[in-house]
């Protein structure tokens, strides 16, 4: 008897955790043209397998970068990239969601090159109202020049998340209670870009990049995106209650999450503007309720 309660507790254990763990609804591939259009120097595109996959081209003349056609409130984004091979010192490859007034929300996946052999800094941040500094930087615990990996970002009322491959690598909780503003009425884009930032991307700009390793090259492909575009329906974003991304597994972490988020923190962590106390000798009211994280 006690026996089979104890088998019966497992059950619903391992059950319940699994209903728990549900990642975002999986991604959708789909052709570069279904979503997304070239924003800037077209000709530093190159398209293959019928725009399922793209490559963007940085040289010394120009880098590029394509956006969203829609503009989303809330939903889930992701894009599989792979970063510029070998010498991507001063490079920085881009996947963020902006809206695009003068307080403008943003949410920011940074890709910052290094020398060859030197490991890339993924560096992220969250800009709500026009007011950003909320910078993390982790080491990633992969190679993302060697292949494809799933960058994603999942955006609710109730919070926002950064995924690597669906680990959550950040969580920015709506902290509206405790005065800081959150993104939740001004849709946004998504943009992808390659650029040069050799003044600040590298040991803060003191590794230039190398011309001659030119032209530096990222992979893009996977374009899916399921959020509510703005564009087409504006009244039926407004109703967010009844999307998929609001329901109650996507309104935190469950617990096989936050184990997850932890060691990432702990062990890939190179800077977190949350702890910071020379930038930020008042820690930030959003940093203090995932201070036990
Ligand atoms: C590049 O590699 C160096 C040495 O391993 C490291 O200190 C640095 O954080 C890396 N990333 C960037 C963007 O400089």
Same mark, same amino acid.
């Given at each position: 008897m006690e026996f089979s309660l104890w088998i019966r507790s497992l059950i619903l254990l391992s059950l319940t955790s699994a209903a728990l763990s549900a990642t975002p609804r999986k991604p959708v591939d789909v052709p570069f043209g279904r979503n997304y259009v070239p924003t800037?120097?077209? @000709?530093h595109i190159k398209y293959f397998n019928e725009g399922s996959e793209i490559e963007l081209l940085l040289d010394k003349y120009t880098g590029t970068g394509f956006q969203s056609k829609g503009s989303y409130l809330f939903g889930h984004f992701s894009m599989n990239i792979k970063m510029v091979p +070998? @010498?991507?010192? +001063?490079t920085v490859t881009a996947f963020y969601l902006s809206s695009q007034n003068a307080d403008h929300d943003e949410i920011d996946f940074e890709f910052l090159g290094n020398r060859t052999g030197q490991p890339y800094i993924l560096q992220t941040n969250v800009f709500t109202g026009g007011q950003g500094n909320r910078e993390q930087r982790i080491f990633l615990w /992969? @190679?993302? !020049?060697?292949a494809y990996h799933r960058y994603s970002v999942l955006w609710n009322m109730y919070q926002i998340v950064f995924f690597v491959d669906n680990i959550p690598i950040r969580v920015f909780k709506n902290s509206k209670k405790l005065g800081v503003k959150f993104p939740f009425d001004q849709p946004m884009k998504v943009y992808n870009s390659l650029w040069n930032a050799d003044d600040w991307a590298t040991r803060g700009g003191l590794e230039k990049t190398d011309?001659?390793?030119?032209p530096f090259i990222a992979g893009y492909k996977s374009f899916h995106i399921d959020g509510c575009e703005t564009s087409v329906n504006a009244k039926y974003c407004a109703?967010? +209650?009844?999307?998929?991304?609001?329901r109650p597994e996507f309104r935190d972490l469950d617990a096989a999450q936050w184990k997850r988020i932890k060691w990432v923190r702990k062990k /890939? !962590?190179?800077?977190n503007y949350c702890t910071d106390r020379t930038r930020f000798p008042q820690i930030p009211p959003e940093c203090r309720r995932d201070r036990d994280i």
């Open positions: 800037w120097a077209f @000709d +070998g @010498d991507s010192a +001063g /992969f @190679d993302p !020049t060697k011309w001659s390793k030119a109703k967010q +209650g009844r999307k998929w991304w609001n /890939f !962590t190179i800077y």
